[in-house]
């Protein structure tokens, strides 16, 4: 009973740890992690590379933009069926292979 309710409390906690990143703007290298669903060495790696928008204002701490980080996440959409059917038939069209 007692390890029931233990592991009910942590589950509220982490939805309520969630919770506050969704309301926040800047988020902490802990919170972007857990916001974008990667280990702390991937998103190392990430900005490392520079392939994710961060920012160091004491030249230690690493912070990230909410919004960038969304707009990172959705930079790379991969085209549905449709959407390659669709640029099959506008090439079609414009070049007369109807």
């Known amino acids: 009973m007692d390890e029931q309710i ?12 969630e919770q506050n990143i969704l309301q926040k703007e800047v988020l902490n290298f802990n919170e972007a992690a857990v916001y974008l669903e990667v280990s702390h060495s991937h998103l190392y790696k990430l900005t490392s590379t520079g392939t994710i928008p961060a920012y160091k204002p004491n030249g230690k701490k690493l912070y990230f933009n909410r919004q960038e980080l969304n707009t990172w996440l959705l930079s790379s959409r991969q085209a549905s069926v449709s959407d390659i059917e669709e640029e099959v038939s506008q090439f079609k069209l ?5």
Do not use: T, Y
Not at 6 to 17: A, D, G, M, N, S
Not at 94 to 98: D, F, H, N, T, V
């Open 6 to 17: 233990l592991k009910e409390v942590q589950e509220l906690k982490k939805l309520i740890f």
């Open 94 to 98: 414009k070049s007369g292979r109807a």
